[in-house]
């Protein structure tokens, strides 16, 4: 079992959980992900690795309320235990030789982006940030983010965090003010890392873009995360999560991502009612 050692709300429905898990801890890397249940009866769900701490063997997770399985997620608090915790998995992002590379995150996205500016920023690897929320109110890991980063861009698309606009905006203005990039990094919702990558292949910066589909065994046997990269299919659990972001045939995977969005409401509903008549 992998108890919870720490729980805290980062905005109204992001919730970040330290887990103790000291076989994941000591190997995990930015980039990778884990597999979780909550209960022997549950759902197999993956999480990127926000953060680890190898000395407390402490492995720290974001995620969103977004499912049935996160919403399980969130009620459980500091001293329960989740039953699976499987990882790492997947590739570590590749972080050797760049001297500049800007990160972009979009959302709940920013939460993986972070490990990777962190790693970068430690190996000493000139880090730019650009960061885009909705609105204030759901903006993540603010000063995480400014602490490793020697450039940081703020967008929201209302204009009530930083700059009004689009991520793309503020790192076609990086790039036309001479910015150069070994490599721009791009996590987040896929229609924004589409348009990101298409901004950075103007400018034949190469680009790398996390992609999280619909995940079950995390081993490439289900095949359920399979992508079109460079017109060939490759699987985000062994051979990503990360690709060649000028590669990635971004139309199909956004059709494919909402196949099983009404079976997922349906789903979170289901468990929400069954909360509230436990709370009754």
């Known amino acids: 079992m992998y108890r919870i050692l720490e729980k805290?709300?980062?905005?109204?429905?992001?919730?970040?959980?330290?887990?103790?898990a000291p076989a994941v801890a000591k190997k995990a890397e930015p980039g990778q992900f884990v597999i979780l249940r909550t209960d022997a009866q549950g759902e197999r769900i993956p999480l990127t690795v926000a953060d680890y701490d190898r000395a407390a063997g402490s492995v720290t997770i974001i995620f969103q309320v977004v499912g049935a399985t996160t919403e399980k997620l969130n009620h459980l608090g500091v001293g329960d235990s989740l039953h699976d915790f499987v990882g790492p998995l997947g590739r570590p992002t590749d972080t050797a030789?760049?001297?500049?590379?800007?990160v972009v995150g979009g959302g709940v996205g920013c939460a993986i982006a972070?490990?990777?500016?962190?790693?970068?920023?430690?190996?000493?690897?000139?880090?730019?940030?650009?960061?885009g929320f909705r609105t204030r109110d759901l903006v993540i890991?603010?000063?995480?983010?400014?602490?490793?980063?020697?450039?940081?861009m703020r967008m929201s698309d209302d204009g009530s965090w930083?700059?009004?606009?689009?991520?793309?905006?503020?790192?076609?203005?990086l790039i036309e003010s001479g910015e150069q990039y070994d490599e721009v990094i791009t996590i987040g919702p896929l229609p924004m890392m589409k348009f990101v990558c298409?901004?950075?292949?103007e400018f034949d910066i190469p680009t790398v873009a996390s992609m999280n589909p619909i995940m079950i065994d995390g081993t490439g046997m289900c095949g359920g995360c399979r992508l079109t990269v460079g017109g060939?299919?490759?699987?985000?659990?062994?051979?990503?999560?990360?690709?060649?972001?000028?590669?990635?045939?971004?139309?199909?995977?956004?059709?494919r991502s909402s196949v099983y969005k009404p079976f997922e409401r349906?789903?979170?509903?289901?468990?929400?009612?069954?909360?509230?008549?436990e709370v009754k």
């Open 198 to 201: 298409r901004l950075t292949k």
């Open 266 to 277: 349906h789903a979170y509903e289901e468990t929400c009612n069954l909360f509230r008549k």
């Open 97 to 102: 030789g760049k001297r500049r590379v800007a």
């Open 114 to 131: 972070y490990p990777v500016a962190k790693k970068l920023f430690e190996q000493g690897t000139e880090v730019h940030t650009v960061a």
């Open 232 to 255: 060939k299919t490759r699987f985000a659990c062994v051979d990503g999560p990360e690709f060649d972001g000028h590669q990635i045939d971004f139309d199909e995977a956004i059709a």
């Open 8 to 20: 805290r709300e980062l905005n109204p429905t992001v919730t970040l959980m330290k887990i103790h």
């Open 162 to 173: 930083g700059e009004k606009g689009l991520v793309t905006d503020a790192l076609r203005r």
């Open 141 to 152: 890991l603010e000063p995480e983010f400014a602490a490793v980063s020697r450039k940081f």
